[in-house]
């Protein structure tokens, strides 16, 4: 994906200085190849080594058109989980029943979207949820496929904003008697309703299985209870997303295969022995997908020294491209493209624009003198950079763009000031 030719980077045979000439910075930058690398490895590791199962691409990570279209190319469904995405990926042309809709707090107009356009399945959050959508159904006329989220109480070895298996979590049904069991019955027993099964997401950017794992004993005596006390088979079950990146040296992603194939054995094992039916598996990852597809390009500013104590390199953009450093303390690496051969002589923090003291996007940065003019690419910001860009300091949020074999395509255009005002009203 990367290479180094006469001191400039290159992203997939396209100069990162070319490009920020071209389409101006900040700007974020995506191989499709690495994209189409990493379905891959789902593919080979999951879709096409078990029968009966898929992935949907949890696009709350980069939510585009462009990545709805290569989704479907692909092969993958997606995980929308608000009327946004969703809206994203019917202009999208994406196969309505290869959706499934996520989030603790779906509106009335986004279930309805939902149920308008028939989509795959619905991941029902919690009981007041499953009342609610029961409603809509009957008013509408019409039935959908579910799914229980559950809250496995588990707790993922990752940041604690980003962990969601806890017991004390927003998200999912809560594992208890009193509350699982009736939500199953019901849900069995509505007319509107197919209900498929089981559905846990327990963190993102995770580096070991044992959460997944975890979780999944949670799972098994779900399918068990179901059968017994219910006589049903459960359809389906859905491992959640939470695959771990490289964004530093610090981390140790560890690959697919070895999420899933504990998983997957440990399931197949259960069923037989159990008398089970074998349900459907399904995953639905984000970040691994996109995160290390994905650089942005800057242009360095001002350089502000403080005797004694530090320098600071400001780029034209920070927190409202970026948000993960100030939001979770996030880290990552860098390169200053246009002297990407030169001796790291010089340690600085790389600073944001904004007006904002935590607005600093590497600290310690280890770089060859930065001028002023100079292009700093900023490595696996492909998942939750864009789709978590927000306007602050009426910052426009910048262009993407898509590179494979020496040609790059604009995909999303640069925000002007006027799209920034343009639901505005004096
Ligand atoms: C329900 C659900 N599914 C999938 C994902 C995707 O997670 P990740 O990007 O870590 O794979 C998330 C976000 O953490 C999520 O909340
Ligand atoms: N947005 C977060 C992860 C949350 C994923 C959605 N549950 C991040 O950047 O790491």
């Known amino acids: 994906m990367f290479e180094i030719k006469n001191n400039e980077l290159f992203i997939d045979q396209c100069s990162t200085i070319e490009l920020a000439k071209k389409y101006d910075t900040p700007l974020y930058v995506y191989s499709e190849n690495k994209i189409v690398e990493n379905l891959k490895e789902i593919k080979d590791a999951f879709i096409n080594k078990y029968p009966n199962t898929h992935a949907a691409y949890a696009c709350k990570a980069f939510c585009t058109l462009y990545m709805c279209k290569l989704m479907e190319q692909e092969g993958f469904w997606l995980d929308v989980v608000s009327g946004g995405e969703l809206y994203t990926a019917i202009k999208a042309g994406f196969p309505m029943e290869h959706i499934e809709f996520n989030g603790n707090n779906k509106t009335r107009a986004e279930l309805e979207l939902a149920l308008d356009n028939n989509i795959g399945r619905i991941v029902v959050d919690n009981v007041s949820e499953l009342y609610f959508l029961e409603k809509l159904c009957v008013e509408k006329n019409t039935t959908t496929k579910i799914l229980f989220r559950i809250t496995p109480n588990v707790s993922a070895d990752t940041h604690e904003y980003i962990t969601t298996g806890k017991k004390d979590s927003k998200f999912g049904i809560p594992l208890d008697d009193e509350i699982v069991y009736p939500a199953i019955k019901y849900a069995i027993d509505s007319e509107v309703f197919d209900f498929l099964g089981f559905h846990f997401h327990v963190g993102s ?222």
Not at 317 to 331: E, H, I, Q, S
């Open 205 to 426: 950017q995770l580096h070991d299985n044992s959460t997944h794992v975890a979780a999944l004993e949670v799972i098994l005596n779900l399918l068990k209870d179901t059968k017994e006390k219910f006589g049903y088979d459960v359809k389906d079950f859905n491992m959640g997303g939470g695959f771990g990146i490289k964004y530093t040296d610090a981390d140790k992603p560890i690959p697919i295969s070895e999420f899933v194939d504990p998983v997957m054995e440990k399931l197949i094992s259960f069923c037989e022995e159990n008398n089970l039916k074998m349900p459907a598996v399904s995953m639905e990852p984000g970040r691994f997908i996109v995160g290390e597809a994905g650089i942005q390009l800057y242009t360095i500013g001002n350089i502000k020294e403080i005797p004694g104590i530090r320098t600071y390199a400001a780029v034209d953009g920070g927190m409202t491209d970026n948000v993960r450093p100030g939001l979770y303390g996030a880290k990552y690496e860098g390169l200053i493209a246009n002297k990407a051969e030169e001796e790291k002589d010089a340690t600085v923090y790389i600073s944001g624009k904004c007006c904002e003291s935590t607005d600093i996007i590497i600290k310690d940065f280890k770089c060859p003198q930065p001028e002023f003019g100079d292009i700093l690419a900023v490595f696996s910001t492909g998942a939750y950079g864009y789709s978590m860009a927000n306007n602050y300091n009426k910052n426009p949020i910048p262009a993407v763009v898509v590179v494979k074999d020496g040609e790059s395509k604009l995909i999303v255009k640069r925000q002007s000031y006027d799209d920034m005002i343009m639901n505005e009203v004096l």
